[in-house]
């Protein structure tokens, strides 16, 4: 089955600096590539998302690559802000998801 | 995106009881998962929620322990059953619209506690 690996498992910056979080998969047949962000004690939210036929997607302040031939992708988050602190979780999908262990992103004021 | 609601949204039980946790979608999805995430940690697929059919379970669940229905395109229930404290996780339901591919979207969760 798939596997999919994260890191880092946790990562600090200072507001305003930039973050990136990066992602490999095991499964060539995966096609669709999400991120998720997961505030303390609430579900898990669809940030941005990108499928095998793009090589990178960009929404606002996030931006996610894929290199399909490494079989790894990333998030980046530009100009960080206090309410960026949570979790991060990718995943890998082709019928059913895979996540990653996680990433808890704290941004410091 | 759908808007999922989730039943009860917290519950003690007491081991050797069952549980069933209700999901309720507003519209009409074509998939329906349920997850479970225990306290810091990843998203573990329990089962993909199939309507009108069994439930497709992923290795180490198993359909006596989490026995899950799913009548028709909006509803679907998950039951913890015979619970141990080793159960005590939260609990989430999991859609895709379908009207926009792979795009899942998540319930509120709810947290289970086994004394």
């Known amino acids: 089955g798939e596997n999919v690996e994260q890191h880092p498992s946790t990562l600090s910056v200072q507001e305003g600096d930039s973050a990136v979080i990066k992602c490999t998969y095991s499964d060539s047949a995966s096609n669709y590539f999400p991120w998720y962000k997961q505030e303390l004690g609430k579900r898990p939210q669809l940030i941005i998302d990108i499928r095998s036929n793009v090589g990178e997607k960009k929404d606002q302040r996030i931006a996610v690559t894929l290199n399909k031939t490494a079989k790894h992708f990333s998030l980046h988050i530009t100009e960080t802000q206090p309410e960026d602190s949570a979790v991060y979780f990718c995943a890998a999908s082709s019928s059913k998801s895979t996540f990653g262990d996680g990433t808890t992103l704290t941004v410091k004021p | 995106s759908a808007v999922i609601s989730q039943k009860p949204s917290r519950d003690i039980c007491q081991r050797g009881t069952s549980l069933t946790i209700q999901c309720q979608v507003d519209s009409q999805v074509t998939m329906m998962f349920w997850y479970r995430q225990q306290p810091g940690q990843s998203l573990t697929l329990i089962a993909t929620a199939n309507q009108g059919s069994e439930a497709t379970y992923e290795s180490g669940f198993v359909i006596d322990k989490f026995p899950i229905s799913r009548p028709n395109l909006t509803f679907s229930t998950l039951t913890v059953s015979n619970m141990s404290p080793e159960d005590s996780s939260i609990y989430l339901c999991?859609?895709?619209?379908?009207?926009?591919?792979?795009?899942?979207?998540f319930g509120p969760g709810t947290r289970l506690t086994v004394t």
């Open positions: 999991s859609v895709t619209p379908g009207s926009r591919g792979h795009e899942q979207y």
